[in-house]
């Protein structure tokens, strides 16, 4: 979490720089939009920001952000690789658990996953172009906020036969501390080997 004061002596460094007067709105507005990130990433993204700054003007919350969490399209673009990877990893049989949860809501407007899984290889580039459009519709809609998996068919025929116990796990997708440990694993076996 981004403390006050760390939050305000980097305030102060910006408008010193840019020669701006910070209000308390200005502060209160700023604060409420960044509250969720730590001190170290507010701090990279105002030094990123600046540096790459091109105009004389007080960097916009805008600006700040695209260092923190990217441009629509970067978000569309990693989107579409999760996707990738749950295909890959499960396909059209698993049901899938992403973590950001505006995928499902795509891909459910796309036709819904065992659609997605089922496509023709040579439709990939059309779907992926409809895709990342709907994705960046939905980000500005706000869709996507409550989490939901896409439901594979071993899940759907065992809910329809009744067989609730044998639903397996979904493959969950894009979730840091499940990467994480992913990478650490990895690293350990090839210091083994």
Known sequence: ML???NFGEVMAGIAGLFQVNLTSFMLDTYYEIFKDYSDEQFKAAIVKTIKEH?????PKP??????????RDDKSLIAWLQVKEAIEKGGY??????ADS??????ENLGGWQ?????EKDEEPFIQKRFIDLYSLFIKQGRGTQPVKVIGWLEAQNNKSGYLKEIPKPIRI???DEQLELIH???KQMGEK
Request: aromatic share 18%; with cysteine; net charge negative.
């Open 115 to 119: 659609w997605l899984c089922c496509s």
């Open 185 to 187: 694993q990895t690293a």
């Open 54 to 58: 091109k105009y004389h003007t007080f």
């Open 174 to 176: 894009g979730y840091k």
């Open 62 to 71: 805008a600006e700040i952000l695209e260092y923190l969490e990217g441009t």
């Open 93 to 98: 049989y698993a049901s899938i658990d992403f």
């Open 3 to 5: 403390t006050r004061d």
């Open 102 to 107: 505006i995928i499902p809501a795509v891909i």
